[in-house]
């Protein structure tokens, strides 16, 4: 079966300071990942989204970037957190085209 | 672009009531998906609907795609307080998996 994983699953950090979050996905391979954010009060935002190694896109200028350096690996980073990064983030896979699409348990980031 | 609306915004009921949530679209819909998520945990899929008419069921929560397919909902029979949280439904605009658009979601209380 396959499983989804995140980390770390809270964290507290300075205004300015770097961020990296990690999501690896195990049972599939060249799965499409997605990393979304919900911030308080708002619906979902999907941020990006990559179908393959290397292979990036981005729904919505910001602070942040996202990597994939390898087949079931994804990063969200960013250089420099901003208050108005604080969020809830998820990060997503799906099976296929049409199929469903599976969350992992999240990262609740607090800027401070 | 697809925007999703959800109604109610929020819902109380007592334990043992039945209940609907609706889900809009302001474009067809090829891809409804359905999800509930814990309070500040990650978002749990329920059941995906793509053919108008289609009903599925998942434990006592039933979701409907109109014939139209422009509009979902989600019921609830005998709600019990498990299923507290927040529902969210969400679309695939263009089928491709790559553009997920998410409702604002709607926050369930379940009174024992």
């Known amino acids: 079966s396959q499983t989804i994983h995140q980390w770390p699953a809270t964290l507290v950090q300075p205004v300015g300071s770097p961020l990296s979050l990690e999501c690896t996905v195990e049972?599939?391979?060249?799965?499409?990942l997605y990393w979304y954010r919900q911030a308080a009060g708002r619906g979902l935002q999907l941020l990006f989204y990559s179908v393959g190694i290397g292979q990036i896109s981005s729904e919505v200028p910001q602070n942040l970037s996202a990597s994939r350096p390898q087949d079931r690996q994804f990063i969200l980073s960013s250089k420099k957190l901003l208050l108005s990064d604080s969020g809830f983030y998820l990060c997503a896979w799906i099976r296929d085209r049409a199929g469903e699409q599976y969350f992992g348990p999240g990262t609740r980031l607090t800027v401070t | 672009s697809q925007e999703l609306e959800q109604s109610p915004q929020s819902l109380i009921v007592q334990e043992g009531k039945n209940l609907t949530i609706n889900c809009t679209s302001s474009?067809?819909?090829?891809?409804l998906y359905w999800y509930k998520q814990k309070y500040g945990e990650g978002l749990i899929f329920l059941m995906m609907?793509?053919?108008?008419?289609e009903e599925k069921s998942h434990e006592k929560i039933t979701a409907k795609l109109d014939e139209k397919k422009q509009q979902s909902s989600l019921h609830i029979t005998a709600s019990q307080p498990s299923h507290a949280g927040i529902y969210l439904c969400g679309a695939d605009p263009d089928n491709y998996g790559q553009n997920f658009v998410f409702g604002p979601g709607t926050r369930l209380s379940v009174l024992p």
């Open positions: 474009k067809t819909l090829y891809g």
């Open positions: 609907l793509q053919k108008g008419g």
């Open positions: 049972g599939t391979s060249n799965p499409n």
